[in-house]
Protein backbone atom coordinates (compact mmCIF):
# COMPACT_ATOMS: atom_id res chain seq x y z
CA UNK A 1 0.00 0.00 0.00
CA UNK A 2 1.51 3.34 -1.01
CA UNK A 3 1.26 6.08 0.83
CA UNK A 4 0.05 9.76 -0.35
CA UNK A 5 2.39 12.74 0.60
CA UNK A 6 0.79 15.95 0.81
CA UNK A 7 4.00 18.01 -0.17
CA UNK A 8 5.01 15.85 -3.20
CA UNK A 9 3.68 15.34 -6.62
CA UNK A 10 3.28 12.17 -8.47
CA UNK A 11 7.30 12.77 -9.97
CA UNK A 12 8.45 12.60 -6.42
CA UNK A 13 8.73 16.74 -6.01
CA UNK A 14 8.23 18.75 -3.51
CA UNK A 15 5.41 21.42 -3.93
CA UNK A 16 2.95 23.45 -1.66
CA UNK A 17 -0.21 21.90 -0.74
CA UNK A 18 -3.02 23.82 -2.52
CA UNK A 19 -5.61 24.39 0.42
CA UNK A 20 -8.13 26.47 -2.07
CA UNK A 21 -10.89 24.40 -1.62
CA UNK A 22 -10.84 23.91 2.48
CA UNK A 23 -12.85 25.24 4.51
CA UNK A 24 -11.91 28.39 6.80
CA UNK A 25 -12.22 27.67 10.43
CA UNK A 26 -10.73 28.80 13.63
CA UNK A 27 -6.93 27.95 13.88
CA UNK A 28 -5.10 27.65 17.43
CA UNK A 29 -1.62 26.27 17.87
CA UNK A 30 0.23 26.23 21.05
CA UNK A 31 4.20 24.90 21.45
CA UNK A 32 6.30 25.21 24.27
CA UNK A 33 10.15 24.80 24.30
CA UNK A 34 13.12 25.32 27.23
CA UNK A 35 15.95 26.49 27.73
CA UNK A 36 18.20 25.58 31.04
CA UNK A 37 21.12 27.83 31.80
CA UNK A 38 23.29 28.49 34.78
CA UNK A 39 21.39 29.92 38.18
CA UNK A 40 23.57 32.84 38.42
CA UNK A 41 22.42 33.89 34.55
CA UNK A 42 18.72 32.67 35.43
CA UNK A 43 18.85 34.85 38.45
CA UNK A 44 20.37 38.17 36.74
CA UNK A 45 17.74 37.69 33.70
CA UNK A 46 14.91 36.78 36.64
CA UNK A 47 15.92 40.22 37.95
CA UNK A 48 16.34 42.71 34.51
CA UNK A 49 20.28 42.63 34.99
CA UNK A 50 21.56 41.18 31.92
CA UNK A 51 23.77 42.70 29.77
CA UNK A 52 21.96 43.03 26.79
CA UNK A 53 19.14 44.54 28.72
CA UNK A 54 15.57 42.99 28.83
CA UNK A 55 15.89 39.54 27.75
CA UNK A 56 12.19 38.31 28.50
CA UNK A 57 10.71 41.84 26.76
CA UNK A 58 12.75 41.29 24.05
CA UNK A 59 12.46 37.40 23.46
CA UNK A 60 8.41 38.41 22.90
CA UNK A 61 9.15 40.54 20.54
CA UNK A 62 11.22 38.18 18.40
CA UNK A 63 8.74 35.51 18.86
CA UNK A 64 5.64 37.50 17.52
CA UNK A 65 7.99 38.81 14.60
CA UNK A 66 9.01 35.18 13.73
CA UNK A 67 5.77 33.70 13.82
CA UNK A 68 4.37 36.39 11.28
CA UNK A 69 7.45 35.18 9.02
CA UNK A 70 7.57 31.60 9.50
CA UNK A 71 6.87 30.88 5.69
CA UNK A 72 9.81 33.16 4.51
CA UNK A 73 11.84 30.52 6.65
CA UNK A 74 9.91 27.30 5.75
CA UNK A 75 10.07 26.51 1.87
CA UNK A 76 7.15 25.16 1.62
CA UNK A 77 4.60 26.93 4.45
CA UNK A 78 1.79 29.17 3.27
CA UNK A 79 1.93 32.82 4.05
CA UNK A 80 -0.68 33.29 6.23
CA UNK A 81 -2.57 36.41 8.10
CA UNK A 82 -2.44 35.56 11.65
CA UNK A 83 -5.25 37.13 14.34
CA UNK A 84 -2.61 36.71 17.29
CA UNK A 85 0.74 35.70 18.10
CA UNK A 86 1.42 35.48 22.13
CA UNK A 87 4.58 34.58 23.47
CA UNK A 88 4.06 33.43 27.60
CA UNK A 89 7.48 33.00 29.52
CA UNK A 90 7.69 30.62 32.93
CA UNK A 91 10.88 30.83 34.84
CA UNK A 92 11.54 26.91 36.38
CA UNK A 93 14.12 25.65 38.82
CA UNK A 94 16.69 25.59 36.01
CA UNK A 95 15.83 27.91 32.93
CA UNK A 96 12.94 29.16 31.21
CA UNK A 97 9.93 28.01 29.37
CA UNK A 98 8.36 29.65 26.48
CA UNK A 99 4.76 29.34 25.21
CA UNK A 100 3.63 30.36 21.67
CA UNK A 101 -0.04 30.85 20.95
CA UNK A 102 -1.03 31.79 17.48
CA UNK A 103 -4.29 32.08 15.72
CA UNK A 104 -6.17 32.64 12.84
CA UNK A 105 -9.47 32.21 10.73
CA UNK A 106 -8.40 30.07 7.59
CA UNK A 107 -7.61 27.46 5.60
CA UNK A 108 -4.54 26.14 7.14
CA UNK A 109 -2.88 25.59 10.37
CA UNK A 110 -0.80 27.46 12.31
CA UNK A 111 1.38 24.34 14.25
CA UNK A 112 4.69 25.52 11.88
CA UNK A 113 4.17 29.41 13.69
CA UNK A 114 3.45 28.74 17.17
CA UNK A 115 6.84 26.60 16.57
CA UNK A 116 8.95 28.61 15.22
CA UNK A 117 8.00 31.52 17.49
CA UNK A 118 8.85 29.52 20.54
CA UNK A 119 12.14 28.53 18.46
CA UNK A 120 13.39 32.13 17.80
CA UNK A 121 12.05 33.26 21.20
CA UNK A 122 14.88 30.80 22.92
CA UNK A 123 17.13 31.51 20.43
CA UNK A 124 16.94 35.05 21.42
CA UNK A 125 17.00 34.63 24.91
CA UNK A 126 20.44 32.70 24.39
CA UNK A 127 21.76 35.93 22.29
CA UNK A 128 20.56 38.03 25.01
CA UNK A 129 22.23 36.21 27.93
CA UNK A 130 25.53 34.14 26.82
CA UNK A 131 27.64 37.07 28.05
CA UNK A 132 26.40 35.18 31.39
CA UNK A 133 26.44 31.85 30.21
CA UNK A 134 27.65 30.21 27.03
CA UNK A 135 26.48 26.54 28.03
CA UNK A 136 22.86 27.44 27.75
CA UNK A 137 20.70 24.44 26.54
CA UNK A 138 18.29 25.46 24.52
CA UNK A 139 15.72 21.56 24.08
CA UNK A 140 11.80 20.31 24.29
CA UNK A 141 10.46 22.37 21.41
CA UNK A 142 7.04 20.44 20.54
CA UNK A 143 3.53 21.33 20.16
CA UNK A 144 1.41 20.88 22.73
CA UNK A 145 -2.09 21.47 21.02
CA UNK A 146 -3.93 22.31 17.68
CA UNK A 147 -7.57 23.08 17.48
CA UNK A 148 -9.60 23.88 13.73
CA UNK A 149 -9.66 21.98 10.69
CA UNK A 150 -10.43 18.71 9.14
CA UNK A 151 -8.21 16.68 11.90
CA UNK A 152 -10.19 18.78 14.80
CA UNK A 153 -8.38 18.98 18.14
CA UNK A 154 -5.09 17.23 19.05
CA UNK A 155 -3.34 17.85 22.44
CA UNK A 156 0.03 16.29 23.13
CA UNK A 157 0.35 13.34 25.67
CA UNK A 158 2.10 13.98 28.36
Same mark, same amino acid.
Given at each position: MTQS? +??????????? $?? $???? /??? *?? $?????? +???MTPAALAAIRAGD????? =? =?????IAGIMAAKRTAELIPLCHS *??? @?? /? @???????? @??IRATATVSLSGRTGVEM?? #?? /? =? +? #? /?? $?? #???? &?? &?LDKGMVIGSIRLIEKRGGKSGHWRAQD
Open positions: L +SHIDAEGTARM $VD $VGEK /AET *LR $VAIASG +SISAPKGD =V =VGTAR *LSI @NA /A @NLDFTFED @NGEA #IT /A =V +S #I /AL $VT #IYDM &AK &A
